[in-house]
């Protein structure tokens, strides 16, 4: 099992910025690729991006790309998201989620083993 708590969210401006954070304990946090999702009222959960078990590889969904940062400290069990530019469109619960899967399904939730109970993030105009 791994226990992952998110942190971090919260209300913000357009055009401001906030770094979530998703502590975990449990199992060996550095055998798991680590993602990030996000689901906004109404709509499905959506992938934003995912970071491999050494933090040397990641990928991101072209709706945050340039704009988000996956980043990882193996040593504190910890993996950030980096969040600049924050349009209202990204407001929605954030949740981080574990997974050995292949990258090739990195945006397919059903994928992932364990996950967080998600941080809202609300962008304001």
């Known amino acids: 099992q791994v226990q992952l708590i998110e942190s971090g969210g919260g209300l913000v401006q357009a055009g401001g910025s906030l770094r979530l954070s998703c502590a975990a304990s449990?199992?060996?946090?550095?055998?798991?690729?680590m993602g990030w999702f996000r689901q906004a009222p109404g709509k499905e959960r959506e992938f934003v991006g995912r970071?491999?078990?050494?933090?040397?590889?990641?990928y991101y969904a072209d709706s945050v790309k340039g704009r988000f940062t996956i980043s990882r400290d193996n040593a504190k069990n910890t993996v950030y998201l980096q969040m600049n530019s924050l349009k209202p469109d990204d407001t929605a619960i954030y949740y981080c989620?574990?997974?050995?899967?292949?990258?090739?399904?990195?945006?397919?939730?059903?994928?992932?083993?364990?996950w967080g109970q998600g941080t809202q993030v609300t962008v304001s105009l």
């Open positions: 989620a574990a997974t050995r899967s292949a990258p090739f399904y990195r945006d397919d939730a059903n994928r992932y083993d364990y």
């Open positions: 449990g199992r060996t946090f550095s055998n798991y690729d």
């Open positions: 970071i491999n078990r050494s933090g040397g590889l990641t």
